[in-house]
């Protein structure tokens, strides 16, 4: 379990970005930039969002720093998303939160949202410290009649689980009438 902890999903998501030929990469919560670092190089536009310090993110012409809350950055954020990646605070509201705030900006049918730590293979990673009550933000999103425009899939594990969002009104849009 240990070889997981930073970087479980990382291998998936550089699938994801090359089949969907990503543009623009947002990631919520950089940390120690585990992820962040292997995944700016291969998208044309990456965004780093965190309220620490990101001394750890490369500096690539492609990269751009936010140091600010993720309530500040989508205040003034006004470009497509094709990825978000939302790993920042762990708590059910503030996933939601950042899912609300950031998921206008995230393309209609191709754009993908990922949430972190939406399935934790054991009990102690329930605390805060790590993945805290993130699952239930991924179930809300899954049954609340608010988000019925999302399709999801919740991976398990191998560590702390992964959500795959999309945002899609019609499953087919360009066959489906209105």
């Known amino acids: 379990m240990k070889k997981y902890k930073n970087q479980e999903f990382r291998d998936l998501m550089l699938v994801m970005i ?4 990503t543009h623009t990469y947002v990631e919520i919560g950089v940390q120690r930039g585990y992820t962040f670092n292997i995944l ?3 998208v044309k536009r990456a965004v780093a969002v965190d309220i620490n310090d990101m001394g750890h993110i490369t500096d690539w012409p492609n990269v751009e720093k936010y140091r600010m809350d993720s309530k500040e950055f989508a205040v003034q ?3 497509p998303i094709d990825l978000l990646f939302i790993d920042a605070d ?3 509201e503030n996933v939601l939160a950042d899912f609300d705030n950031l998921a206008p900006f995230v393309r209609e049918g191709t ?4 949430l972190h730590d939406t399935h934790p293979v054991a009990e102690h990673l329930l605390s805060d410290r ?3 009550n993130a699952w239930e933000a991924a179930r809300d999103i899954k049954k609340k009649r608010k988000y019925q425009n999302f399709e999801i899939v919740t991976l ?4 702390a689980g ?3 969002i999309r945002k899609a009104k019609k499953h087919l849009a360009w066959r489906e009438v209105t």
Request: glycine content about 8%; aromatic content about 14%; overall charge positive.
């Open 111 to 114: 754009g993908l949202i990922l």
């Open 162 to 164: 992964l959500s795959i």
């Open 156 to 159: 398990p594990g191998p560590y």
């Open 77 to 79: 954020w006004m470009d």
């Open 18 to 21: 090359s089949l969907f030929e």
């Open 40 to 42: 700016a190089p291969r």
């Open 130 to 132: 790590y993945c805290s």
């Open 90 to 92: 762990h708590k059910k």
